[in-house]
């Protein structure tokens, strides 16, 4: 399984951005699909999953009602778009797949088993 995020840039303090995740290979193998972020001198944070089966979400309290996962299953793509985003939302974005999907622990990096490059997003005061 492989997985190209794209779609991170330079935005200003309440703007959206929307990022990408393809997701290629044996596509049947993985379900979930998270999102997770590192900011400079940070630890990797998981941000949102989703099942790409079923379209059940998890969100991390610092995006709940700021972030929205999706899904559109003909184009093995998984969207997150970023509304209301702060400057506390700087990171670099990595897309990763995992087999199972485990719901509310589903943001959890270790459970993921197959993770694509990151895309840079920062968001200026």
């Known amino acids: 399984v492989q997985l190209q995020a794209s779609g991170g840039g330079v935005v200003q303090a309440g703007d959206t951005l929307r990022l990408s995740c393809a997701v290629s290979?044996?596509?049947?193998?993985?379900?979930?699909t998270g999102w997770f972020r590192r900011a400079p001198g940070k630890e990797r944070e998981g941000v949102a999953c989703?099942?790409?089966?079923?379209?059940?979400?998890h969100y991390s309290e610092s995006v709940k009602g700021r972030f929205a996962v999706s899904s559109d299953k003909t184009l093995n793509t998984v969207y997150l778009e970023m509304n209301s985003l702060k400057p506390e939302d700087t990171a670099v974005y990595y897309c990763?797949?995992?087999?199972?999907?485990?719901?509310?622990?589903?943001?959890?990096?270790?459970?993921?088993?197959?993770w694509g490059q990151g895309t840079q997003v920062t968001v200026s005061s």
């Open positions: 990763a797949a995992s087999n199972y999907y485990y719901g509310d622990f589903g943001i959890v990096p270790g459970l993921y088993d197959y």
């Open positions: 989703i099942s790409r089966s079923e379209g059940s979400t």
């Open positions: 290979g044996r596509t049947f193998r993985s379900d979930a």
